[in-house]
């Protein structure tokens, strides 16, 4: 039994602690948040958390690609190559542009929207860096173009154009910028398919090459963990540049591959089922079986490309990036591929062809 003192003071105590419990849990701004873009693979994760946040979304993007999509969304029809005036004298928050890939359309719109927007979040890339031989940081060298009208984009201008795009961004609203620099951005609506053919592959079943070791390093980034970061740069105003992708070490190849035949196992519980088949660097060079495109996500980790899985992202981390596990990306990802068209199921954009894996695969037996 407590005595009225004890009473009195345990009484107190519970008090006490429940409003500390309270207030450690602020309310989050509401923005006003307009997506350059917004219907296609990152900006529908986006979109789906901000909303989900309370915030308040605005597409600007031509009308053409999943117009079925957030019926609740206000619309505002225009080209990122011009002429803007439909974004003129609007105010947001905040602007995610996810669709620029040259400086000309990041300046247009940063220029026009400076004056009425508090913060612009630019989606870049970690193709910035022009060399995978050194892990990276935000410090690292960037690309250079020596003609920086070139408005090509191609494999040789893509990361180059991105940091002209950063730049730009910055230039034109100084201390307001945030730049996010994913790696291979993975997750349900992906149409690239680079890391969709893992899941997919195995749902077919059956013996299925794979490259190198299951030790092997890779780093991604789920769309969803992207998304997060985004919005959660936006809501505490964090600007600076940052790579967003898994640390070091993280995940490996063959969590990918394992995990996808686990989702493959559950889902689609192919006959007979999946099984891989780990072939070495060396085979599958002799093969001319091509890593990243023939094999999705992975790379041989030497040479040129010795430290493509090494991308530093302290500085995210530090800043709150959390990481999904490959477990629960594999599963989401086969999830929404079976319920696409069939024509996107079973011609991928990514992952070397059924023929000629098996004869790969042939090969590798002998």
């Known amino acids: 039994m407590l005595d009225r003192r004890q009473f009195i003071t345990a009484a107190s105590l519970a008090t006490a602690a429940t409003t500390r419990v309270w207030a450690a849990a602020p309310a989050r701004p509401q923005l006003r948040i307009l997506l350059l873009g917004g219907t296609r693979f990152i900006g529908i994760p986006i979109t789906e958390l901000a909303v989900k946040r309370g915030h308040t979304v605005t597409f600007f993007n031509r009308g053409r690609t999943n117009t079925d999509l957030f019926p609740g969304i206000e619309r505002i029809k225009g080209d990122r190559g011009g002429p803007l005036d439909a974004l003129k004298d609007r105010k947001w928050d905040a602007v995610i542009d996810t669709s620029a890939y040259v400086p000309r359309a990041v300046k247009m719109s940063a220029d026009l929207l400076a004056p009425n927007v508090g913060q612009y979040l630019f989606v870049s890339s970690i193709s910035v860096y022009p060399s ?169 980790a030497r040479g040129q490309e010795a430290a493509f899985a090494d991308t530093s992202v302290a500085r995210a981390l530090k800043e709150g990036l959390k990481i999904t596990p490959i477990r629960k990306t594999a599963a989401d990802t086969l999830e929404w591929h079976l319920k696409r068209p069939e024509a996107e199921r079973t011609k991928l954009k990514a992952g070397i062809d059924p023929a000629r894996e098996q004869e790969v695969l042939k090969a590798l037996r002998a």
């Not at 935000?138 to 991105?162: F, H, I, Q, R």
């Not at 910028?177 to 592959?201: E, K, M, Q």
């Not at 059956?206 to 919005?231: E, H, N, S, V, W």
Request: net charge negative; charged share 25%.
């Open 132 to 300: 995978f031989t050194e892990p990276r940081t935000e410090a690292s060298p960037v690309g250079t173009l020596k003609d920086e009208t070139v408005e090509k984009v191609d494999g040789e201008t893509y990361g180059p154009l991105k940091a002209l795009c950063e730049k730009a961004a910055e230039a034109s609203m100084p201390g307001r910028v945030t730049v996010l620099r994913p790696g291979l951005i993975v997750g349900p609506h992906d149409s690239t398919d680079r890391f969709t053919y893992w899941p997919a592959r195995a749902a077919r079943g059956g013996d299925m090459l794979a490259p190198g070791t299951p030790k092997d390093r890779i780093q991604l980034i789920d769309a969803r963990d992207l998304a997060a970061f985004a919005l959660d740069a936006l809501e505490q105003r964090v600007v600076g540049t940052f790579n967003v992708i898994s640390p070091p070490g993280m995940f490996s190849m063959g969590d990918v591959v394992g995990e996808s035949i686990r989702a493959a196992r559950s889902l689609a519980k192919p006959s007979p089922a999946p099984r891989a088949v780990w072939a070495s660097a060396a085979f599958l060079e002799k093969q001319k079986v091509e890593g990243w495109s023939d094999m999705p996500v992975w790379l041989d």
